[in-house]
């Protein structure tokens, strides 16, 4: 079955940097466009980055643009989400998504605070 598991969150300090990673496994990994979203207390799940299958496209949301990269590695089955001049309002649970049939990881948690 599909399985998406992220990992790398966890407490920064506004500027700092952290790189997330999605491990997937249980389909051809590489055919797919994967997704980055993300969602804070109170408000609504947003798209961070998403990644076309062969990783030539990439599509970011405009809060990340010029800070944020996304990134896969097609041998190893793992999506990446480097995030660099990390702000508060970057902390939220970010998830990893299999566009095509909407899976979801568990997220993994960012803060971003001095």
């Known amino acids: 079955q599909v399985r998406l598991v992220e990992s790398g969150g966890g407490l920064v300090q506004p500027g700092g940097s952290l790189r997330l990673s999605c491990v997937a496994s249980?389909?051809?990994?590489?055919?797919?466009?994967m997704s980055w979203y993300r969602q804070a207390p109170g408000k609504e799940r947003e798209l961070v980055a998403s990644?076309?299958?062969?990783?030539?496209?990439?599509n970011y949301g405009d809060s990340v643009k010029g800070r944020f990269t996304i990134s896969r590695d097609n041998a190893k089955n793992t999506v990446y989400l480097q995030m660099n001049n990390l702000k508060p309002e970057d902390t939220a649970v970010y998830h990893c998504?299999?566009?095509?049939?909407?899976?979801w990881g568990q997220g993994t948690q960012v803060t971003v605070s001095s």
């Open positions: 990644i076309a299958g062969g990783g030539g496209v990439t």
């Open positions: 249980g389909f051809t990994f590489s055919i797919y466009i």
């Open positions: 998504k299999r566009t095509s049939g909407g899976y």
